[in-house]
């Protein structure tokens, strides 16, 4: 096996480390999938848009490009990560707001099928925002795992939804197979892609996905509570309400008439005013993303994911929690304690930045763009000195 | 009457015009009651929250001060700004989303009264979002102005919402008497306080108010499209439920645990991840506000829209929109004019920025921080000189 400075000598990628603002000196930091770095344009471009748009064309900010942000840079992430054709994806709210919207609106244009199928394993997010939906408009929850869907889904089913790639094991959930079984039963499909996007190839419009949210501030690197992006596909706008009837959702908000008439296309998913701030830092991380290209991207996430289990695989007492064919695993992995809390402590402690996922899982994410083959080595070393000196040993090894 | 210059002179509030970054040469700014102005502390506080907490703590940053922002700011706000005591109140969200969670819960708290009351007059997205929930909880709304409320208020109503401060007239509604009313019978009150905050004395736990939101980008200077602010009286936070089930509002959120349990407090009232950009610069608008104070800020609010009612009096054909009393007016100002769209058109065009408002009204915003009387006198001088070319006159004087 190559040494880590052998792989990261030949990383195409590698130019990009320069831009993101370096890690304090002797942090290795392996959680690009909670919180990704911050790009070296990013004080930037936001030191701008406060001086020149907000403190010189104050008011007329918004005549200038900000009311136009939410679709212009949805467009961008649509067309060059998402698979998305124009005028399908836009930005604005958390993205629990954004999945309660789409799922509501799902809901409501399928008012006598009672059920709602996701995954008890499940993003808690999603998981409580569709038992939120389930008791205030009489359905209930089917829980199913992907592998699964294709029982659980009937003619009752009005809702589908699971995450692209699985929040703890980095299990790839197939989204063309899932929507076709969906669509036979003439339910409807809303994907979680927070822990896909920018790292998996995405293709909405191909495999006919319905509806689909993510998260900016993971792999798209768009700052701590950065906006949302939400997907729905064209053939949907003109049957789909969503619930929040905000001004920006209505057909000529500024003419502040009466009464609230859905606006044309995507608009009609928003709901109040843009968050300017956010939507800058998130565009910034995203066109980094489109710069880097979702290929090569995805190339060196596999390599740097096959590193990290090829070496953990030689740690006593490590199981590997994610799938172990790269073809079906994102870009974060899963090893597996007994003692995965304890260790996770133990790493950050000594300024290795891992995550821990109940029960047993310590979590390595592997941005592409920020992380190095040498950080896997670091952590990993780190990690076989820790649990070295655990006591319990682990009886598990997958 | 004392010269604009005069005015400026003796002006407490004077010194608060350097903390903020001055407007390009030439420029009147009459609009900060829709975008407040840059204030000079913002981009320092931004550039520190990238670079040092963002670039270099990464993931620590939620748990070192992230996560209390919504509830920290919050309660700064509250205490000092809208009379609630702490626990009461946090920023999250647009004013949208936040005012459709607090109604969403009051019609959920009341499922026996089939009526909302709402003025037809009131902003649009508070009406668009009361028409949605209407239509999808099988409710109706009863368009009554405040002064129609007692009339208008039954055992049928479940929610009376109405606008603090009028977005086009500046009248204030009395939340006091309207918050009696409606609990003789037994109705709760959601005050939206958009165009109040930061500029009129607000007693919230003192009125009564039930619910109350309230955008921060206007007299607060957040920023544009900062996150929102919701109040919520105590003894209502174990019997309301709002519908935005997301894991931040849960009860213990990062034990990722199946099933909602609503969090204890005002925590129940969050949905996703918090805003961080957004709310840094929310805070930093906000505090000057607070150093500034709401007693002394009110003072000069008065001063400038009586100074500015008294100039526009004797412009022919300008009519006043606005409450005479002081006592019952906000912090902006509206004449009226036949030709208010153009005119309003050939003020901007000459780089005095007021707005305009359907269907006579050219609204004058009198931000006490950032707002000189010679601002005034310039505005409508320049009034005067485009009303005197414009060739219908106004045959109404009120």
């Avoid at 930091?29 to 004080?43: E, I, V």
């Avoid at 809901?107 to 205030?136: C, K, M, S």
Wanted: charge should be negative.
């Amino acid at each position: 096996m190559p040494t880590s400075a052998e792989l990261d000598a030949t990383d195409p990628l590698a130019a990009f480390h320069d831009r993101f603002t370096p890690a304090p000196p002797g942090l290795i930091y392996l959680d690009g999938n909670s919180l990704g770095r911050l790009p070296t344009d990013t004080p930037r471009a936001i030191a701008a848009l406060l001086t020149h748009q907000w403190g010189e064309r104050l008011i007329r900010g918004w005549d200038e490009g900000w009311m136009e942000l939410p679709v212009a840079i949805g467009d961008r992430l649509g067309e060059h990560v998402l698979g998305a054709a124009p005028g399908q994806t836009l930005l604005a709210d958390s993205t629990t707001v954004c999945f309660h919207k789409l799922a509501a609106a799902a809901l409501a244009a399928r008012p006598a099928r009672r059920q709602i199928v996701t995954d008890a394993a499940n993003f808690p997010t999603d998981r409580y925002v569709l038992e939120g939906l389930a008791q205030q408009h009489d359905r209930e929850i089917v829980w199913a795992t992907p592998a699964e869907a294709h029982r659980a889904i009937t003619e009752q089913t009005a809702l589908v939804s699971f995450s692209h790639v699985d929040y703890r094991s980095a299990a790839i959930t197939d989204m063309r197979a899932i929507s076709e079984v969906a669509h036979a039963a003439g339910a409807l499909t809303l994907f979680d892609l927070s822990h896909s996007v920018g790292v998996v190839p995405i293709g909405l419009d191909a495999d006919g996905v319905d509806l689909a949210v993510g998260c900016t501030y993971k792999y798209l690197n768009g700052g701590p509570g950065s906006p949302a992006f939400l997907y729905v596909r064209t053939e949907h706008h003109d049957q789909l309400i969503q619930p929040i009837w905000g001004w920006l959702g209505r057909a000529d908000p500024f003419a502040m008439a009466p009464g609230y008439v859905p606006g044309p296309g995507i608009a009609r998913f928003l709901s109040g005013t843009p968050p300017v701030l956010g939507l800058a830092a998130a565009q910034t991380g995203i066109e980094l993303v489109i710069e880097a290209g979702i290929a090569r991207i995805r190339q060196k996430s596999i390599a740097l994911t096959e590193y990290a289990i090829a070496l953990a695989r030689a740690i006593p007492g490590i199981g590997i929690g994610s799938p172990i064919d790269p073809a079906t695993r994102g870009s974060h992995v899963a090893l597996t304690h007994p003692d995965a809390r304890a260790l996770t402590a133990e790493l950050i402690n000594d300024d290795v930045i891992v995550d821990f996922r109940e029960p047993d899982v310590i979590r390595l994410g592997l941005s592409p763009l920020t992380t190095r083959f040498a950080d896997i080595d670091a952590a990993l070393r780190m990690l076989q000195s820790v649990s070295g000196r655990s006591k319990r040993a682990n009886s598990r090894s997958s």
